[in-house]
């Protein structure tokens, strides 16, 4: 008898930020809305906070910022239009060109699934309203450090075989070293970390590199490196 659920030979785990979809763009956005309306100073403090509240979580918290920023009597009024901003940002406008033809090709050769670092609240809004988690039929993964859930991921996505695309090398080969064999390691240089030759540097190469998220709506299984996962 066949199995209901058969495991697959390959679970596809992709990252959101500077892979599929373009956070140095919306960020470069929400700089100039900052300024726009808190002015230099205000931009400068909202980024500071941002960068207590990542340094103290463990990940990035745009809403949070907001938040903290808050001065009762002073910025009230100011704040909503802020929040308001990052909540209906025209997401799917910031998916990479390619991206979602990228994860219709992957269905063919395995399931694509969305893992993501990043905050309860804004990350699972940004992947549903830019129309990701539909085109993943929501299988969307949301970790402090997905790279220390690599068990859980077992668990909640059985496979033969592994294959993680991101930005950040440095996450690439942490999996690599718990995984071994089991997974193949695309490195997608787009975004601040994927072109950051200095840091790449320091690590071990990915078996695979592209220089777009576009490239793998050509991708089949031979590519990969050592063969056909």
Same mark, same amino acid.
């Given at each position: 008898?066949?199995?209901?659920?058969?495991? @697959?030979? &390959?679970?596809? /785990? %992709?990252?959101?930020?500077?892979?599929? +979809?373009?956070?140095?763009?919306?960020? !470069? *956005?929400?700089?100039?809305?900052?300024?726009?309306?808190?002015?230099?100073?205000?931009?400068?403090?909202?980024?500071?906070?941002?960068?207590?509240?990542?340094?103290?979580?463990?990940?990035?918290?745009?809403?949070?910022?907001?938040?903290?920023?808050?001065? @009762?009597? &002073?910025?009230? /009024? %100011?704040?909503?239009?802020?929040?308001? +901003?990052?909540?209906?940002?025209?997401? !799917? *406008?910031?998916?990479?060109?390619?991206?979602?033809?990228?994860?219709?090709?992957?269905?063919?050769?395995?399931?694509?699934?969305?893992?993501?670092?990043?905050?309860?609240?804004?990350?699972?809004?940004?992947?549903?309203?830019?129309?990701?988690?539909?085109?993943?039929?929501?299988?969307?993964?949301?970790?402090?450090?997905?790279?220390?859930?690599?068990?859980?991921?077992?668990? !909640?996505?059985?496979?033969?075989?592994?294959?993680?695309?991101?930005?950040?090398?440095?996450?690439?080969?942490?999996?690599?070293?718990?995984?071994?064999?089991?997974?193949?390691?695309?490195?997608?240089?787009?975004?601040?970390?994927?072109?950051?030759?200095?840091?790449?540097?320091?690590?071990?190469?990915?078996?695979?590199?592209?220089?777009?998220?576009?490239?793998?709506?050509?991708?089949?299984?031979?590519?990969?490196?050592?063969?056909?996962?």
């Amino acid at each position: 008898m066949t199995p209901m659920n058969p495991v @697959p030979d &390959r679970v596809f /785990l %992709l990252d959101v930020d500077n892979t599929l +979809f373009d956070n140095d763009r919306l960020q !470069a *956005d929400l700089r100039r809305h900052l300024t726009d309306t808190l002015g230099p100073d205000g931009n400068q403090h909202y980024w500071q906070r941002y960068e207590d509240l990542r340094g103290r979580l463990g990940y990035a918290d745009y809403l949070g910022a907001v938040q903290a920023l808050r001065q @009762p009597g &002073r910025n009230d /009024l %100011l704040l909503p239009g802020i929040s308001r +901003f990052l909540l209906e940002y025209p997401f !799917a *406008d910031a998916v990479f060109e390619g991206a979602l033809e990228a994860i219709g090709n992957l269905s063919r050769w395995g399931r694509p699934v969305i893992l993501s670092d990043g905050d309860a609240v804004y990350q699972p809004h940004k992947i549903r309203a830019a129309g990701l988690a539909a085109a993943v039929d929501e299988r969307v993964f949301i970790y402090v450090h997905k790279q220390q859930m690599l068990s859980q991921i077992e668990r !909640a996505q059985p496979a033969r075989h592994y294959v993680m695309v991101d930005d950040k090398l440095a996450l690439l080969t942490a999996v690599k070293q718990a995984w071994g064999a089991r997974v193949t390691t695309i490195l997608v240089r787009q975004g601040h970390y994927g072109r950051d030759a200095a840091t790449n540097a320091r690590y071990p190469p990915p078996d695979l590199a592209l220089e777009h998220i576009g490239t793998l709506a050509r991708w089949q299984p031979a590519q990969a490196a050592g063969g056909s996962p």
